[in-house]
């Protein structure tokens, strides 16, 4: 608002009302801002200023009234074409909108009208950082940093733009620049450590390592992050060959965290290199590593259990018998899953079988796990325990019978044990019998109500049993709020919920509703990409620029994860299925002709189907009613205070309505909207060309 871009002027009166209004969007008061904008709009001679009515676009905008704002801010550009104030406003309209490139063209406007307006400068940067638009965001960022050279933000905006570009030595350059006229540094400055590691990242990824390793040795005292500090000496050393120098820093780095496993392997790759020159795996040294590390630090579980992998024959007996016992007495449930790795070896699962045999006869003879160890009985919890262990060895073997044995002998003397409870329904679950194993997570939920993970497991259970209801009051028992279990989920973007409901959907033969849920997951994914957005001015800001740069490869390739590649699998068969048997050509097609279905199968069909469709379609009334009762309890509890936010819409705005995605006009079209990310970011999963194949051949491409 530095310039005046009216057509007209505002009197003095009429300007300082409107600066209040600026005032008042700037605090988020947009009630307030709105009856200013309406002072000023209520006077004939100024009902048109473009200005003003841009602003009470922007101000209705934020109070979620989105096609009136619209309107005014279109009034306002018309009125006033040549005020960048309004160019700005009308990018911010398409920003809330996610309409980025559109926003980006009505900043551009906006600086052929005022090329040194600041605000438009960053937020114009901001859209072409979420956009990818390095080669732009360079030229705008050098264009803040000439407007502004001593801010902080300007220097490292345009450092790590170049850095993202691949030009690394003209990032090191500006960073430089910008240390040198830095005044003198407080003691443990967080902001300038981060600084000075971001730099040591930018030299490692330009290849230049001894140059990464002198600057981290020159301001280590200045570096506050020591663990970050280490572990790329480390991993610096052992590029460089200093093999003595990366076993010290990987020492200690162990001696600070024992139970991590990059650091134990940094250790062991040096201690390689060490022995051969290389830093290939070696399992005579690395076994010897983890054998050091167990003497400096007996209670390292990891190392001791990592050992395992290297060991054979009656030595690898000896350290699994150590390693078993101390847990078995203990009481540790997971104990099982830890040891699964080592049982694809044949070896190693007789030894493990042995050991069992073992415990178990040791046991029952002399109430001990070992009679050579001690003549004193065990504690009653280690042959619970040593149950336990026996139950999921025969579930991994697929006894089912056995395990099932074990656990109903020990659930007489110990009914209250939840732990059992718990490996009874993974055993029917694994045996393919999920209605019987929702009933028993069912039954353990009930003895611990307040164990999330149990419950979490039983949820899960019963989804995948067709439970569809019971599933959805039992994950209400740990959501918050007033809106409905569904929907908290959904909100916390609770993806295996979405993901397995939509499943037991289309098993039931409910492909709209099934539809609607993996459409829910490609919107969170969405809203993934979306949250990046405040973050391109904090990032710079606070100087988090190593995460800053991370977050940002993450979002690149975040269709990558294995929760999208099972929605989007799910969402193209069933759209292959709409399109090979359309719905409406099974409810109005004659007898005899449903694709090789006897009569009466066909009327089952779609009988079944009719059902299907009046459930979904009350249940979609029910949930327009809800939700249509909670906006309105919602709006009677609001104070007057209190404002809306244009980012966050209802979420009737963005309702999916079931029976339209089950009968879309072209279902092929609508599978490679899901399709397409496969290819581009899973190239190595053949699953992605199966489908990719089903798709386009239907397709004639």
């Not at 007789?350 to 050579?372: C, P, V």
């Not at 569809?468 to 569904?486: I, V, Y």
Request: contains cysteine; proline residues 3%.
């Amino acid at each position: 608002m530095s310039k005046q871009a009216s057509t007209y002027t505002l009197p003095p009166k009429e300007l300082s009302i409107f600066k209040r209004v600026v005032k008042y969007y700037d605090q988020k008061q947009y009630k307030n801002g709105l009856k200013y904008a309406k002072q000023i709009l209520s006077n004939p001679k100024f009902s048109e200023h473009g200005e003003t009515l841009a602003m009470k676009g922007i101000l209705l905008n934020c109070l979620g009234k989105k096609d009136e704002a619209r309107e005014y801010v279109k009034r306002g550009l018309k009125a006033n074409i040549t005020s960048f104030v309004c160019w700005h406003i009308y990018g911010l309209i398409h920003k809330s909108d996610h309409k980025y490139e559109e926003a980006i063209k009505c900043y551009l406007q906006a600086l052929k009208l005022d090329n040194e307006n600041l605000q438009v400068l960053r937020d114009l940067s901001v859209l072409q950082m979420q956009l990818r638009d390095y080669e732009g965001c360079r030229d705008i960022r050098y264009k803040l940093l000439l407007l502004r050279p001593s801010q902080k933000a300007s220097w490292i905006g345009y450092a790590l733009i170049h850095h993202l570009l691949g030009n690394y030595e003209i990032a090191l350059t500006v960073i430089n620049e910008f240390k040198k006229g830095q005044s003198e540094i407080p003691q443990f400055d967080y902001e300038h450590s981060e600084l000075l590691l971001y730099q040591a990242m930018i030299m490692l990824e330009a290849g230049k390592e001894n140059a990464a390793l002198e600057h981290l040795n020159q301001y280590s005292n200045e570096i506050v992050d020591k663990i970050s500090l280490l572990e790329m000496k480390a991993q610096l050393h052992l590029k460089l060959g200093q093999y003595e120098e990366a076993v010290e820093c990987s020492w200690s780095l162990i001696d600070r965290n024992q139970e991590n496993s990059l650091y134990l392997e940094l250790l062991a790759q040096a201690n390689t290199a060490l022995v051969s020159g290389i830093t290939d795996a070696n399992t005579e040294t690395t076994k010897k590593t983890y054998e050091s590390v167990i003497a400096r630090y007996p209670q390292s579980r990891l190392s001791r259990r990592l050992i395992l992998n290297y060991c054979s024959g009656d030595e690898f007996l000896q350290r699994l018998d150590a390693y078993l016992k101390p847990y078995i007495r203990k009481g540790v449930p997971p104990l099982f899953i830890q040891l699964v790795g080592l049982l694809n070896d044949s070896e190693k699962l007789s030894a493990f079988e042995s050991l069992l045999t073992k415990y178990r006869n040791s046991m029952s003879a002399i109430g001990s796990l070992d009679a050579q160890e001690s003549n004193e009985k065990e504690a009653p919890t280690t042959d619970v325990w040593l149950n336990y262990l026996l139950a999921q060895y025969y579930n991994f073997k697929r006894k089912y019978q056995e395990a099932i044995e074990i656990i109903d002998s020990q659930l007489l003397s110990t009914p209250t044990l939840v732990d059992f409870y718990v490996l009874k329904a993974d055993v029917f679950h694994d045996a393919g019998d999920n209605i019987t194993a929702s009933r028993w997570m069912e039954e353990a939920q009930s003895l611990d109500t307040a164990d999330r993970f149990i419950n979490a497991r039983c949820t899960k259970f019963m989804v995948e049993a067709h439970r569809l209801e019971d599933a959805t009051n039992m994950a209400s028992k740990f959501t918050r709020g007033n809106t409905s279990p569904k929907e908290y989920l959904s909100e916390m973007q609770c993806m295996w919920f979405l993901l397995d409901n939509a499943r037991a959907l289309k098993e039931m033969g409910r492909f709209g509703d099934a539809l609607k849920l993996c459409h829910e997951v490609q919107q969170h994914y969405r809203n993934i990409l979306d949250d990046q957005l405040d973050f391109h001015s904090y990032c710079l800001r606070k100087v988090t620029l190593r995460s800053y740069v991370e977050t940002l490869r993450l979002e690149d390739r975040l269709r990558d994860h294995q929760s999208y590649f099972d929605t989007a699998q799910l969402a193209v068969e069933i759209y292959l299925q709409l399109y090979s048997q359309p719905l409406d050509s099974i409810d109005e097609s004659p007898h005899g002709e449903n694709d090789g279905m006897s009569s009466s199968e066909a009327k089952k069909l779609r009988n079944k189907q009719r059902k299907a469709a009046k459930r979904a379609e009350a249940e979609a009334a029910r949930a327009r009613a809800e939700q249509e009762r909670r906006e309105q309890a919602a709006r009677s509890r609001q104070p007057a205070s209190e404002e809306a936010n244009a980012d966050n819409p209802s979420m009737g705005e963005n309702d999916l309505d079931a029976n339209l995605l089950a009968r879309p006009e072209d279902p092929l079209e609508e599978a490679s909207k899901f399709l397409l990310p496969l290819l581009d970011l899973s190239p190595k999963i053949i699953e992605a060309y199966c489908l990719a194949f089903e798709v386009y051949e239907r397709k004639r491409k």
